[in-house]
């Protein structure tokens, strides 16, 4: 195979990896209280099953990062593709809450491998603004995913097919990107130094990287927050929750095709910056508006947190080169280390809040969307911290030796 197709296999194969992750993360949404009826689960314990797919995630990637130039990103894709289909066997043949943890966790090890392995490897393969398009439209994948996932959940659910039926679905794309990366000759690294992992290492203390770590915390729960509390959160604020992943979802995945253009325009830190003070008026319309409107109030929102993840992992591959493969798996564990870490507590806020309202002498859905709404308000001090935090980034990189390969135009 000539080098274009072997190119081109290597990045289809990457995004149906990611379409993989899309549909597990919306088609778990979207079962999520068919769970809760049939294993008689709490929101604080399906909090905890939720989070199982965020502290897989981690685990995986800051292995693969630690492990991506010995053990090469083919082989990083093998141990996705097992950790997926365990995940889909353990979860469609779950007898409760213990076995849900488990089968939770083995997805979130597939996810992480697959960001451990593809985000270096496209990175290998581009460079400067095609390098920050590529990684975009990598990660529309994501999204992607989620509309799919979220539309077949739907039917499916209509159609009174079970979750079960649901997640046998994952393995589509499974066993697709499987056979797109079978033989393929992958990249080598491209930056000199970055195979050392004292280099890695020495570039990950700098005051940048440390700095950009934190964002991530902050900008990973924004997006994921709401987003996988969906049918538990609105569902009674009288708009079709899963409408609605799937509406910011596809918003997310058409903007995230169109990234080269908005990023060179904008600039990582202004497109960073401008995300989130529409993801905080975003979120803080969910909390107060109910019918339509709550699907304007997502789409404001999603076209906040649209470009944080992949642009986050650019700045780290464009900004702290030396950190490679290491450095853009470590700020993506830590993404989703806050995010697991967060899913019992928004589940906590929840359960909170039905009680304080049940007291009060609320009911039905009257009871879920006050709720709903109260979890929403706190949630907004996330995206209101990233606008300091992005404000500061934007001056101190302005005149960055490192801006130049994705300055504005």
């Known amino acids: 195979m000539n080098q274009s197709l072997n190119k081109k296999a290597l990045f289809y194969g990457s995004c149906f990896a990611l379409i ?32 199982m797919w965020f502290y897989g995630f981690p685990i995986s990637m800051i292995i693969g990062g630690l492990v991506y130039h010995s053990v090469g990103a083919k082989n990083i894709m093998r141990v996705a593709f097992v950790a997926h289909t365990l995940g889909v066997l353990l979860t469609v043949y779950a007898d409760g809450y213990v076995s849900l943890l488990i089968s939770m966790l083995f997805i979130g090890l597939g996810t992480g491998c697959t960001e451990a392995a593809c985000n270096p490897m496209i990175a290998d393969m581009y460079s400067g603004v095609k390098m920050n398009k590529m990684l975009n439209r990598f990660h529309m994948w994501f999204p992607g ?4 996932g979220a539309i077949i959940s739907f039917i499916m659910t209509r159609l009174n097919l079970g979750w079960e039926a649901q997640m046998w679905v994952i393995m589509i794309p499974a066993i697709t990107y499987a056979a797109l990366f079978f033989g393929k000759a992958f990249p080598k690294p491209k930056v000199e130094g970055a195979t050392s992992l004292l280099s890695n290492f020495k570039a990950m203390l700098s005051p940048l ?28 604020s009288g708009a079709n929750p899963m409408v609605i992943l799937a509406l910011t979802a596809g918003l997310v995945t058409v903007g995230r095709f169109f990234a080269g253009p908005v990023v060179g325009k904008l600039g990582q830190t202004g497109v960073l910056l401008g995300g989130a003070i529409f993801a905080a008026v975003g979120i803080y319309l969910l909390s107060i508006v109910t019918g339509p409107m709550a699907y304007v109030a997502a789409v404001i929102w999603a076209l906040g947190y649209c470009y944080f993840w992949p642009v986050m992992v650019g700045a780290v591959a464009q900004r702290v080169p030396l950190s490679s493969a290491l450095g853009m798996s470590i700020i993506g564990a830590v ?12 589940g906590s806020w929840i359960d909170g809040s039905m009680a304080e309202y049940r007291s009060q002498g609320l009911t039905g859905n009257e009871l879920e969307l006050a709720a709903g709404q109260e979890t929403l308000e706190k949630m907004i001090s996330f995206p209101a911290i990233l606008i300091v935090l992005f404000a500061i980034l934007f001056f101190w990189q302005k005149n960055s030796k490192n801006t130049e390969a994705v300055k504005p135009a």
Do not use: K
């Not at 995913?145 to 799919?148: A, D, P, S, T, W």
């Not at 770590?213 to 569902?235: D, R, Y």
């Open 209 to 236: 990287y440390i700095f950009l770590i934190i964002c991530m915390a902050l900008t990973a729960i924004t997006e994921f927050g709401p987003g996988q509390w969906v049918e538990v959160i609105l569902g009674s």
């Open 20 to 51: 993989t992750t899309g549909l597990s993360f919306s088609i778990r949404a979207g079962i999520l209280t068919q769970l809760g009826d049939e294993f008689a689960l709490s929101a604080e314990q399906l909090g905890h099953i939720n989070s």
């Open 145 to 148: 995913g989620i509309v799919l």
């Open 335 to 346: 993404g989703m280390f806050s995010s697991g870490i967060f899913q019992p507590i928004i």
